[in-house]
């Protein structure tokens, strides 16, 4: 059996890197008798992973007289139901598995795939996750109330779904079993959520006062931070969305902000850790967090879930605040692996929702949140769109979408992908999911491998990359991208931000302080244009020593920042550290008491130190002059319309591109350190090139856009070696 550890945000498979490649499988959606037969398509398409998920309600048997709960994991009531089988098929055909048990799946299943006996609207006597305007969380495939997590009942209920499946698990730790992920974008995909739509339930507020407790010890030192009278921490109300009012009148009254976005962080976490415990499986534990976008609204037959959630439109741009607020992935290290789905939009046409047609590139935001998505902390792709057209946006049903999007989620970081799915499931009861085949028969419409295995152009793009990492990805994982920056991100301001859309909301004598929201997003859309390399990490996730292991870091920084943070950013500067900042100097400390311990510092004009007052980040010319003052120096560039990612180990050069043009035929160069590329590319072209000296080693191109409907002939031209390829194609050991 081979070992497989997980480290550095991958896996490596007998001390070696292991290059992930996942390909979803619903075996509860698909007959026992088409199991095998559809692994080993999967099998031969490349995948060497196979992802899964289990859910409850599929599994849970009632007894018809009594109402009694057992399990079924070996299909005795349904065939879709044998677990046991599936699982010792992955195995006996030499793949590995990552399982995916819950409690809450997704899934496109009723309830998410919970069973009713959890869902307040089956049980009453299970309290709904609840809204700031107190009504209830409902799930949008059928209408269902979603249970608060820590309610009493429904966390006993868990316990003992995780205990089952865990016990059924335990036998397949290492082999097929390498991985298991909890949950799904979190608690009930809310991990890009505004954070007025969840957590103001009984149990959650009992949590959230909890929290209070720990922090602040007692309600007299709280009231003197806050300058409130609560009796009592159970009195602390949490806040509540009013557009148009001021978030706050004085300092401290933004605190209430702050200690939300603490809770709405915190709360995810301990589900994590109490999950983890419950099922009682030793292994690497991944996540799968949603992209850094807005939210994008499904095309689910009969929707009605919108219309409670009612954030208004100005709001919406906050996004990347209610992120970097509740989110905190450096900080959880000790608890999951970072993980990340791809429901972002259509990458290579910068559609940011699910029906516009393409139209212009604008400022391709949606290329650069798959970038900072994947950015944000290196690890596995979990979701990558392969078909789901009718769901969400109808070009995913050409090969080059999916190709493209899992490319640039590779460019961006990740370390492996799961093509989402593997297969067009058709064979499933309506008590699991009655919503979907209202809209098409199968489950996807567009996947690899058809309902009756039949495969086509789709599956051939997916075999293409399959193999090209395959044979290349370990090398790949050997190398890394030289980081010319890191933005640190301090999540307290991120919880001011996520509340405050305009200086209409804010009265206070400062600027709105803002991470991502005017800060991050436009200072990495500069960065991807123009061939910056950057890395984005958590400020109170790094020591000092972290923060000198970086070549230089920038930060926004607002009127407020803990003591800790400013003593920690001092001690940098002084062991020598490159910090460039702008924004208002911090004059508060994490409770708004006065601590000017960093503004004092700057006062003396240290070396390392670059201030500017103002935000640099959303001015590309600021931000390049900081940056040269800095010490940067320019080692990748490209051509127009083209974007390119080189990874590196030595003399050992990766080169991801991507090709924004409509039509083609384009000549484009790409220069990195000291070598040039020359290509010529059609529309929507992308690719890997492995250059191992100054000569191409290996390359892989899609260059058919089937959506386009044109085949262009791709030419890689490096020193006195030319490479031509008539549509897609790869080539090894040139």
Not at 298 to 306: G, L, Q, S, W, Y
Not at 351 to 359: L, R, T, V
Not at 435 to 453: C, I, L, M, S, W
Not at 641 to 650: I, S
Request: proline fraction near 6%; charged fraction near 25%; glycine fraction near 8%.
């Amino acid at each position: 059996m081979a070992n497989f550890t997980y480290r550095d945000g991958h896996y490596f498979k007998d001390g070696e890197p292991f290059f992930f490649i996942g390909i979803d499988y619903q075996y509860y959606r698909d007959k026992r008798s088409n199991w095998g037969a559809r692994l080993d398509q999967l099998k031969a398409g490349g995948g060497n992973v196979i992802t899964f998920y289990i859910p409850w309600r599929h599994h849970i048997v009632h007894d018809e007289r009594t109402g009694a709960v057992r399990y079924d994991f070996t299909g005795e009531t349904l065939d879709s139901r044998d677990l046991v089988t599936f699982l010792n098929l992955i195995r006996a055909k030499g793949l590995h598995a990552v399982a995916k048990p819950g409690p809450f799946v997704h899934s496109e299943l009723n309830i998410g795939g919970l069973p009713d006996i959890a869902s307040p609207s089956f049980n009453p006597e299970i309290e709904p996750v609840r809204l700031y305007h107190g009504g209830p969380l409902y799930w949008e495939y059928d209408y269902t109330q979603l249970p608060s997590p820590w309610d009493p009942l429904f966390a006993a209920l868990a316990e003992r779904w995780l205990g089952e499946v865990g016990k059924l698990l335990q036998p397949y730790v290492g082999e097929p079993l390498i991985g298991i992920q909890l949950l799904d974008e979190t608690i009930y995909c809310t991990s890009n959520d505004a954070p007025w739509h969840f957590g103001y339930d009984a149990p959650n507020m009992r949590f959230f006062h909890q929290l209070l407790r720990r922090k602040y010890k007692t309600i007299a030192n709280y009231n003197k931070v806050h300058g409130t009278e609560y009796r009592a921490f159970d009195f602390v109300p949490a806040p509540r969305l009013e557009p148009g009012k001021p978030v706050a009148h004085e300092r401290r009254e933004l605190l209430r902000y702050v200690d939300w976005a603490e809770f709405q962080w915190r709360v995810r976490r301990v589900a994590y850790e109490v999950y983890r415990q419950q099922l009682g499986i030793d292994l690497p534990y991944l996540t799968n967090f949603a992209g850094i976008t807005p939210p994008i609204s499904e095309n689910v037959p009969d929707a009605k879930e919108a219309s409670t959630k009612d954030s208004p439109l100005n709001y919406l741009p906050l996004y990347p605040e209610w992120w970097f607020a509740q989110n905190r992935v450096d900080l959880d290290a000790d608890v999951y692996h970072y993980g990340m789905i791809s429901w972002l939009g259509v990458a290579a046409y910068n559609i940011g929702d699910a029906g516009s047609e393409p139209g212009e590139l604008g400022d391709n935001e949606v290329f650069n949140r798959y970038i900072n998505t994947a950015r944000r902390r290196r690890g596995l792709n979990l979701e990558e769109n392969w078909g789901f057209s009718k769901l969400y946006h109808p070009l995913s049903k050409y090969p080059m979408i999916p190709f493209f999007q899992t490319l640039a989620s590779i460019a961006g970081g990740a370390t492996g992908y799961v093509v989402f799915t593997g297969v067009c499931h058709g064979y499933w009861i309506d008590d699991l999911d009655r919503t979907t085949q209202k809209q098409y028969r199968t489950f996807p419409d567009a996947a690899p491998v058809g309902e009756n295995g039949e495969i086509g152009p789709m599956y051939d793009a997916m075999k293409l990359l399959d193999d090209y990492f395959a044979r290349e990805g370990a090398a790949f994982l050997r190398a890394a991208m030289d980081m010319d920056l890191c933005f640190l991100i301090e999540p307290e301001y991120a919880a001011v931000s996520s509340w405050t859309p305009s200086a209409t909301e804010w009265t206070l004598p400062h600027a709105i302080p803002r991470v991502g929201t005017g800060v991050l997003e436009p200072a990495t859309m500069t960065c991807n244009r123009l061939g910056v390399n950057y890395e984005l990490a958590e400020l109170p996730a790094l020591s000092v020593d972290d923060l000198l292991a970086k070549k230089r870091v920038a930060m926004q920084l607002a009127f407020f920042l803990s003591r800790s943070a400013q003593e920690k950013l001092i001690e940098f500067v002084k062991r020598g550290g490159v910090l460039i900042a702008s924004g208002e100097l911090p004059r508060y400390d994490e409770f708004m008491r006065p601590c000017e311990l960093f503004a004092d510092f700057v006062r003396t004009d240290p070396a390392g130190l670059i201030y500017n007052t103002g935000n640099i980040f959303n001015d590309e010319n600021a931000l390049l002059a900081n940056l040269r003052r800095a010490g940067w120096e320019r080692r990748v560039s490209y051509s127009d319309l083209l974007r390119a990612f080189v990874y590196r180990q030595e003399d050992d050069y990766f080169v991801l591109f991507f090709n924004f043009d409509r039509s083609g035929p384009h000549e484009k160069a790409i220069e990195f350190y000291g070598r040039r590329l020359l290509l010529t590319v059609g529309a929507k072209t992308c690719g890997v090139v492995r250059v191992v000296g100054d000569r191409i080693r290996s390359y892989l191109i899609k260059g058919v856009n089937e959506f386009e409907d044109r085949v262009e002939t791709i030419r890689l031209r490096m020193a006195d070696q030319t490479i031509e390829v008539v549509g897609d194609g790869s080539g090894f050991d040139l």
